[in-house]
Structure formats: structure tokens, C-alpha cells
């Protein structure tokens, strides 16, 4: 490939020449792409572990790394660490009834009054500003070198073994070295970038894949109303009062309240609010169908549509006077939600068939116990059938093996959270962010037994792991 100054110099010859017009010239140099100019980079500094994405699951991975014993860097393209717990205003935890670090997170909370008053270990609301802060004091406490703002964007191999990373950031392309990589992004950026295969969404073939059968993505938004009791008749509560509307009942009741006041059913018919504390609430009441959570234009113009249909519906409610008088819109997420990005392919793939059998594994690190939850892939499925499905399937409670953790293309790489290697369905049952943590603490913890041990993930048996949780104080 010529080089950009060479290429130049023959359209201007050939301009001068007058061998072809100027638009002509222009079209033919954007027609053969532009070829960026190799460069140096300078390794800015080495880890055992690199942790790439900070939510549920790279948070926990990073920590659980760092208190076994591994120097961890984790990068985060956002501000803040949690992912969609904090910068996707998520709102809820859901199958959080898990030993190690969900419990430790739940002590560490209620110690804080940031669980929104809830008796359940499972699922419950949180105060997401606590939980900003507690995560980065759990980070720094540990020994964790994270970095904000800082964008994961290539990856390199020595023969099949990932051995470096390069980031995007203010401070420009840094590369990073370390024996154990994992892939915490929620979209499986890493894993792609390594060159791991991958599927998406319901489709068998990733090149057939333009139409997104994906599920949707919500832009959650936190609320304040002017009195959360005198509307609990629509608000899940943590601890609701005896007698008092089931969650579904709530959940039917907004849709009606917000056709009421808008004349539309919500894009998400089961539109949701959860009571956080005092006058604050969470509200999840959009979805963006058939978006490419890989493509930036697309997911640009879903959450500004989202933003807009967020607006639009509370200031319906508010219109509606009574006890939605004064409900008003606190922030907008600052990422829209994606449920649905690239699975990663592991040494193990979770499918349907483990969720109908109940599967239990010996090197299980996740006990799911939530059931099948595809939300509608379109909006006439939304409006005609309801906005969540089972898709037939009932799920009994089941094990993510290890394995699913552990890429099978490439070597000294592991994923945790919503990128592990499973199918659609399955997918839409683990997703939920206490799996996601269950998954993050098994990640962090083999992969720094397999850097400081010089083996790769593989090699390291799942009971090793617990015997490290359990000297760590994460298992008792
Ligand atoms: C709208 C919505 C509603 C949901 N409802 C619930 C619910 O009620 N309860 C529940 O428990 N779960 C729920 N889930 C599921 C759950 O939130 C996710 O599956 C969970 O976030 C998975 O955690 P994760 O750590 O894998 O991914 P994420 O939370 O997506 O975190 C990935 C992180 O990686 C960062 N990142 C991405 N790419 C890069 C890159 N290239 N370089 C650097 N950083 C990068 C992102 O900024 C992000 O912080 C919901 C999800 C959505 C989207």
C-alpha cells in the first residue's frame, strides 16, 4: 500500500497533468481508504493480570485478582467503575444470593444504607452513588491500578498466547503487556480484537448478522417523584407491605398511566420503577429494537431516540397531575443498557439444554438460579406479546462451568459477565449482575494463579481457586 504523502503526490501530479477532475481525484482517494502510518509505541507498564472493563464483572475480576496475590490493571472506557450498575443507571440486582463477593458487596452496602431498604439477599435497589464510591475504595484498598477514560482498541499474539493490549486514551496509544488477559467489556471487544470467534444475538452466523435478531437496549434514568408512598401503587418498593400489588400488577398499571398521558404503549410494555430511597426512583421504561451494539452511529442515534422517549413519558406522567405531580428526571443514563453483545467462544459453550437439565458441573463458579428472559426483539412483539418471554423454556436452577470462562481460539485469555461463551437463550438467563460477579471472582482469581504460577487458565483446576478464595477471606 502506497503511502498516504506518495499517494498524494501522485494525485497531485496527475491532478496537474490534468488527467482527471479534482471531485474525480477526491473519490478515487476516498475509494482506496486511508492507510495510517505504522508507528512505535512504548510499553507503559506490565501487570500479571490486565482486566479490560470495568463492570460487574471486571470490577470483581479485578479485585479478586489483586487480593490473590497478582499486580492488576483494569481499563475503563467510562468515568466511573460498575458499568451498567452506575454509568447504566441499571437500578436493580437481580440472583445476588451468592456466597464470596456478591455477599461482601451486600454487607458492604447495607453497611452504607445504599440497599434500598430490602430484605432480600437476591434482588434488591441500590444507592448508585454509593456504589460508585464503594467500588473505587475497594479497588484502591486492593492494590488495583485502574484507568478511566482509557479505551481497549487492539490486542496482539506471540504464536497463539495473547501477550499484549493497546489502549486509547488522552495520554494517546499505550501498549500493555501481561501473561493472563481478561475480557470483562460486555461486548466482547478483547476477545474480538484477539481474533476469538464469536456470535451474536439469536443468529448462527456472525456475517449474517445485519438484521441484529439482538435484544434491546434501555436507557434507564433516575427520578425524583415528590412522595414515593402516594405512588406504591406503581413503584416497587424493597420490602413491599403486606397485601400490596405484585411487581407485574405495578408493572401493568404504569403501562396504562403511560398511555394515559402519552396515547402510546411504552416502547418496554413491562415499564418498570423501583423505589432507590427517600423520593428517589429508578425508572426502565424504553427499548431500542434491532441496534448493533458494535456500530457507533446506530447506538448514537438509539440513545438519542431513548433519551427523547424517556422525556417524552415523564413529562406525560407528570402531566397527569395527582401523585405523579412533580416527577421529574434527575439524569439519563450515560450509556444506554445493552443486554446483548458479542459471546465470546469458549472450552465450553452454555446452552438451553444445560438450563432444562439443571446442569451441575465439578468446576461449576455460578449457581444461576434466574430464569429465561429474552425482552422483545421488536416493537410490534412489544406491543402484541408482551415485552419479556420465556421463548418455552423453564429453566431449572444451573452451573456456568469454568471453562465457559476461558477462550478456546486463543490462549491466556478469560472472559467474565455477559461475553462468557453461551447461546442466545442461555445468555439471557446468566446476564443478570450477580452472575456476572460469580463469574468475575472465578476469572480474577484463576487468572492470577495461572500468571503467578506461569500456567495458563486452563491449567488451573477450579478446586485450586476455591482453596485461594477461601485464603483470601472471599469463601468461607
Ligand atoms: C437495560 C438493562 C437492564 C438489565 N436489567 C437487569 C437487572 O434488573 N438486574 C440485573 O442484575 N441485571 C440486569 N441486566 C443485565 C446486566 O446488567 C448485564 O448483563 C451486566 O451488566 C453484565 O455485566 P458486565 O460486567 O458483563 O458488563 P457491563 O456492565 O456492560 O460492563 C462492561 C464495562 O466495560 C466497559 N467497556 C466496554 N468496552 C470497552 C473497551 N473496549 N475498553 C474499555 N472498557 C470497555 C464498559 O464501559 C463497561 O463499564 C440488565 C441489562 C440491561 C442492559
Known amino acids: 500500500m502506497p503511502s498516504p504523502v506518495s499517494r498524494r503526490h501522485f494525485l497531485t501530479a496527475a491532478l496537474a497533468g490534468g488527467a482527471a477532475s479534482p471531485a474525480q481525484l477526491i ?50 472506557w467510562r468515568g466511573c467503575l460498575g458499568g451498567i ?11 445476588f444470593d451468592k456466597p464470596g463477593f456478591a455477599k461482601e458487596l451486600r454487607e458492604k452496602l447495607d453497611a452504607r444504607d445504599a440497599r434500598a431498604n430490602s430484605k432480600s439477599a437476591s434482588r434488591f435497589c441500590y444507592d448508585p452513588e454509593a456504589l460508585k464510591l464503594l467500588l473505587e475504595e475497594l479497588c484502591v484498598e486492593a492494590g488495583v491500578k485502574f484507568q478511566f477514560h482509557t479505551k481497549v482498541c487492539a490486542a496482539f499474539k506471540e504464536g497463539n498466547q495473547l501477550t499484549t493490549i493497546v ?44 438484521a441484529c435478531p ?78 448493533k451494539p ?27 397531575g395527582g401523585a405523579w405531580e412533580g416527577i421529574q428526571i434527575v439524569a439519563t443514563a450515560e450509556q444506554i443498557g445493552v443486554r446483548d453483545g458479542r459471546r465470546i467462544a469458549g472450552r465450553y459453550t452454555v446452552k438451553t439444554d444445560d438450563l432444562v437439565k439443571g446442569a451441575r458441573y465439578e468446576d461449576g463458579v455460578a449457581l444461576v438460579t434466574f430464569g429465561v428472559d429474552v425482552h422483545a426483539t421488536t416493537a410490534e412483539h412489544n406491543k402484541a406479546k408482551g ?30 459477565g455477559r461475553c462468557i461463551s453461551g447461546d442466545f437463550i442461555a445468555h439471557s438467563s446468566y446476564r443478570v449482575t450477580g452472575n456476572a460477579v460469580a463469574m468475575g471472582e472465578a476469572a480474577g482469581v484463576t487468572a492470577a494463579l495461572a500468571a503467578l504460577s506461569k500456567r495458563m487458565p486452563h491449567e488451573v483446576a477450579w478446586t485450586e481457586g476455591l482453596e485461594k478464595l477461601k485464603a483470601i477471606g472471599q469463601r468461607v
Open 294 to 320: 458494535w456500530d457507533a452511529a446506530e447506538i448514537t442515534a438509539a440513545t438519542v431516540r431513548a433519551r427523547a422517549d424517556m422525556h417524552r413519558m415523564i413529562n406525560g406522567l407528570r402531566s397527569l
Open 387 to 416: 415485552a419479556i418471554h420465556t421463548k418455552g423454556v423453564k429453566a431449572k436452577n444451573y452451573d456456568i462451568p469454568l471453562r465457559a470462562l476461558i477462550a478456546k481460539d486463543v490462549d491466556g485469555l478469560m472472559m467474565a
Open 167 to 210: 489502549t486509547e486514551s488522552k495520554a494517546g496509544r499505550q501498549a500493555w503487556k501481561a501473561p493472563v488477559f481478561i475480557d470483562t467489556t460486555g461486548d466482547g471487544d478483547l476477545g474480538a480484537l484477539a481474533g476469538c470467534g464469536f456470535k451474536v444475538g439469536d443468529a448462527e452466523d456472525i456475517n449474517a448478522v445485519d
Open 214 to 291: 439482538c435484544q434491546p437496549l434501555s436507557l434507564n434514568a433516575l427520578l425524583v417523584v415528590k412522595d414515593a408512598e402516594a405512588l406504591r401503587e406503581f413503584i416497587r418498593f424493597g420490602t413491599p407491605k403486606p397485601g400490596e400489588n405484585t411487581d407485574g400488577e405495578k408493572k401493568k398499571r404504569i403501562r396504562d398511566e403511560i398511555v394515559k398521558a402519552t396515547g402510546q404503549i411504552p416502547s418496554y410494555a413491562s415499564s418498570t420503577l423501583w423505589h432507590v430511597r427517600g423520593n428517589l426512583c429508578f425508572a426502565m421504561f424504553n427499548h431500542e429494537y434491532g441496534v
Open 27 to 76: 473519490a478515487a482517494e476516498v475509494a482506496s481508504g486511508f492507510h495510517e502510518p505504522a508507528r512505535d509505541i512504548p510499553f507503559a507498564e506490565d501487570a500479571d493480570v490486565i482486566v479490560c472493563g470495568a463492570g460487574p464483572a471486571g470490577v470483581t475480576a479485578a479485585i479478586t485478582a489483586a487480593r490473590a496475590g497478582a499486580k492488576v490493571r483494569l481499563f475503563e
Open 85 to 95: 450498575w452506575t454509568a447504566g443507571l441499571l437500578g436493580y440486582f437481580l440472583d
